[in-house]
Each structure stands twice: as structure tokens, then as C-alpha cells.
């Protein structure tokens, strides 16, 4: 991690600046080096045609996970692939957590699981495997220019 900023502060900025984020009401729960804890509740707007979660929206919240975690360490970090599990259904009103599990970190990639589960009946909702690219840029560049 760069001394010049935390990894709640690489998180913040990215969050205000990030108005897809804003809108789907992410709350950032917790954060560390490698790691991140979001919560969002499932809006009507967020529904399929079944009534269910969107798989988009559910790919989406693991996707900021992924990219706050990823870049937790102040270094600028992007997507190389990501792959998405969908083994239970998420309903209007079901809040929803999703939590990083770092697996690989080197200096040019990282691996994450990210688990996405109903707050309340504990059901996994997503499981969410994604790998970055770590460029050399620090994440404060972005947010200095």
C-alpha cells in the first residue's frame, strides 16, 4: 500500500466518483488492504421479468467489491476477467452482502472470490471470481487532474 493513502480513503474516493455505484446504494461496510464488505438492498427497478434479481445487478455489486478491494492498496487497478455463479434468487427487498476474499495478490495481478448472500436467511445469492491488473499508477492521480 502506498503510505500516502488508506485503503478507506482509496475506497471513499472511488465511491465519489463513482455515480453507478451511488446509485445502485451501495454502503460500504468495511474495508481493509485486499478486502471489502458492501451491502445494498434489491429495488423494484433492479427485477427481471421472473420478479427476481437482475443477474447485471447481482455482477454489478460483486464488480465494485472487486474493483474497491482490488484497488484497496492505492495502487490503479483493472478487470482482466471475471466469471459469476447464480445459485439462489434475489427478491424486491432482500439486502444483500457481499464480501471479498482475496486469493492471489502479486505486484501485477490479483484474485478475488467475492460471495454474495441474503443478509437475513444467509443464502448465497452470487459467488463472483474476478482477477485485476495492477498497473504502476497511483489511484490519487485519477482523482488530482
Not at 485486499?34 to 445487478?57: D, P, Q, S
Amino acid at each position: 500500500m502506498s503510505s500516502l493513502i488508506s485503503a478507506e480513503a482509496v475506497v471513499a474516493g472511488m465511491m465519489a466518483h463513482d455515480p453507478f455505484s451511488q446509485w445502485l446504494g451501495i454502503e460500504v461496510l468495511e474495508v481493509k488492504e485486499g478486502f471489502c464488505r458492501l451491502r445494498m438492498t434489491i429495488r423494484k427497478e433492479m427485477l427481471n421479468g421472473f420478479a427476481t434479481l437482475h443477474g447485471g445487478v447481482s455482477f454489478s455489486l460483486a464488480d465494485s467489491a472487486l474493483a474497491f478491494a482490488g484497488n484497496s492498496r492505492g495502487v490503479l487497478s483493472v478487470a482482466l476477467n471475471c466469471t459469476i455463479t447464480y445459485p439462489a434468487a434475489g427478491h424486491e427487498g432482500d439486502v444483500l452482502i457481499a464480501e471479498t476474499k482475496e486469493v492471489v495478490h502479486t505486484s501485477k495481478t490479483g484474485t478475488y472470490d467475492i460471495e454474495i448472500k441474503n443478509e437475513t436467511t444467509g443464502a448465497l445469492v452470487a459467488l463472483f471470481r474476478g482477477t485485476v491488473y495492477r498497473t504502476s499508477k497511483p489511484i490519487l492521480d485519477l482523482y488530482t487532474r
